[in-house]
C-alpha cells in the first residue's frame, strides 16, 4: 500500500547564517520523509546554507529587493496555490506575514504553524512590527516556541492568548557536538594562536553586533586582567560590522595579546574544546542559544547574560552562572566559574538527555503529523 505523504510548506525570510535558520535546515533534514514531502520558500536571494539541505527537501526561492519588497509575493502565491500544501511551517512572524498577505483569500482552512525564535525585540520598530504581525493570526494557527519564557512574555506583551502556544526547546547533534577525545584536539586551536596548556580560556561565538554586546565582554575580560588574573585568554569567534570597532577598543585597552579574533570558522568543535568556559554576553533578543547548547554538550560551563531561556538551560553550579547584563557582574561570575569545579562529563552527559536533535526532532514530527 502506498504511502500518501503529507505536503509540509516551510517559509522563511531567507538561509542566511543564524540560529533560526539553522534550526530550519536541522529539521527539515531530519523529519522522517517517508511520510512527509518538505519544501522551503525562502524570501530571500542571500542563501548560504541552500547547500546544506537534504536531497529531499524542495528549496524555492523569491527574493526580494527589499523588506516590504511585495513584487515577489505574487509569485510565491501561485506556488502555493499549486502546490496545495496540508501545513504551512512559517519560521518567524515576518516569513509569516508575508506567507499571510500573499495568500489572502488563498487557503484559508490551512493549518498554519508560527516557529518563534525571539523574545524581546531589539528596537521599537521591530516591536511595533511585532504587535502588526499578530493581529493576523487565525484561530486555527499553533505558535511553538523554543522556550517556556517567550511564552511568558510574548502573552503579556503582545495579548495572545495562551493556547496557541506549545514549547519545544532547540536540540543539537550531541555526537556531532563531544567532548575532545585526545589532548591533540585539546591543544590544537591553543598551539595555532599561541594559548599556553595551562592558561584559561573563556570563548565567546557570536555575530559582532550591538545585541551581542562584545565590548561587555572586553570590559569584564579587562576587570579581571586588572586584578592580577594574567593566565586567561579571551577568545571570539565570529565575524559582523561591529568587529572592527571592537578590535580597535581592544587595542586601546592594551588588550591585543590577550583577546583573540578567529575569525568565521567552518568547524568549530576545535575552538571550544581549547576552552574551558563558553559565554554570552548579549544584552537582548538572544532566546534559547544553538552556540549555547553546542558547548554545553562540548562539555563546557556557561556563563550567559540572564534573557530569554537562559535560566531554562542553566543551573546555575552544575553547568554555569548567570549574570546580568552589566560587565562587572559579567566578570564576577566569570571568575566564579573559573574557580568552580565543573564536572564537564556529567555537563556533556544532561545536555544529551534534554537538548540532543533527536528529542527536538521527534516532538516536531509528532506536532506536524498531528497538525494535518
Keep these: 500500500m502506498k504511502i500518501i505523504k503529507k505536503k509540509i510548506l516551510f517559509t522563511i525570510h ?14 527539515v533534514n531530519k523529519l522522517d520523509h517517508s511520510k512527509l514531502d518538505c519544501t522551503i520558500i525562502s524570501y530571500s536571494k542571500n542563501n548560504p546554507l541552500a547547500t546544506e539541505l537534504n536531497k529531499e527537501v ?11 519588497d511585495l513584487k515577489p509575493l505574487v509569485e510565491s502565491r501561485q506556488f502555493i496555490k499549486n502546490l ?9 512572524f515576518f516569513s509569516f506575514f508575508l506567507t499571510h498577505i500573499s495568500n489572502l483569500f488563498n487557503l484559508k482552512k490551512i493549518t498554519r504553524i508560527i516557529s518563534y525564535h525571539t523574545t524581546i525585540h531589539r528596537n521599537k520598530k521591530d516591536h511595533l512590527l511585532m504587535k502588526m504581525y499578530s493581529k493576523f493570526i487565525r484561530n486555527s494557527d499553533k505558535i511553538v516556541t ?18 496557541f502556544f506549545t514549547s519545544i526547546y532547540n536540540g543539537v547533534d550531541t555526537d556531532y557536538w563531544r567532548m575532545p577525545k585526545t589532548l591533540e584536539e585539546t591543544g590544537l586551536i ?41 593566565n586567561i ?15 580597535t577598543y581592544v587595542t586601546n585597552l592594551n588588550l591585543s595579546e590577550k583577546v583573540i579574533f578567529a575569525g568565521n570558522q567552518i568547524d568549530v568543535r576545535p575552538f571550544y574544546w581549547a576552552s574551558d568556559i563558553f559565554t554570552l554576553t548579549s544584552n537582548g533578543v538572544e532566546t534559547f542559544s544553538i552556540a549555547t547548547l553546542e558547548a554545553l554538550s562540548c562539555g563546557l560551563p556557561c556563563v550567559l547574560t540572564d534573557i530569554g531561556g537562559a535560566n531554562e538551560m542553566i543551573l546555575e553550579g552544575v553547568n554555569g552562572y548567570l549574570s546580568n547584563t552589566n560587565y562587572r557582574n559579567i566578570a564576577v561570575q566569570w571568575e566564579k566559574t573559573l574557580i568552580t569545579n565543573f564536572d564537564n562529563v556529567k ?14 526532532i521527534n516532538k516536531y514530527q509528532a506536532l506536524l503529523e498531528k497538525s494535518t
Design 14 to 27: 531567507g538561509l542566511e547564517t543564524g540560529g533560526a535558520e539553522k534550526f530550519l535546515i536541522s529539521l
Design 58 to 68: 524542495n528549496l524555492k526561492i523569491f527574493s526580494r529587493n527589499s523588506k516590504f
Design 84 to 92: 496545495k500544501p496540508d501545513l504551512i511551517f512559517c519560521v518567524g
Design 146 to 163: 523554543v522556550c517556556n519564557n517567550q511564552i511568558e512574555y510574548t502573552t503579556q506583551q503582545y495579548k495572545i492568548k495562551r493556547n
Design 190 to 230: 591553543r598551539a595555532q594562536f599561541g594559548i599556553p596548556k595551562d592558561a584559561k580560556v573563556i570563548i565567546k561565538i557570536a555575530a559582532f553586533r550591538a545585541e551581542k554586546n562584545h565590548k561587555a565582554a572586553v570590559d569584564a575580560f579587562n576587570i579581571l586582567n586588572e586584578k592580577g588574573i594574567h
Design 233 to 247: 585568554f579571551l577568545l571570539f569567534v565570529g565575524d559582523g560590522i561591529l568587529k572592527n570597532e571592537i578590535k
Design 347 to 360: 555537563i556533556s552527559i544532561a545536555t544529551k538527555n534534554k537538548f540532543n536533535l533527536n528529542l527536538m
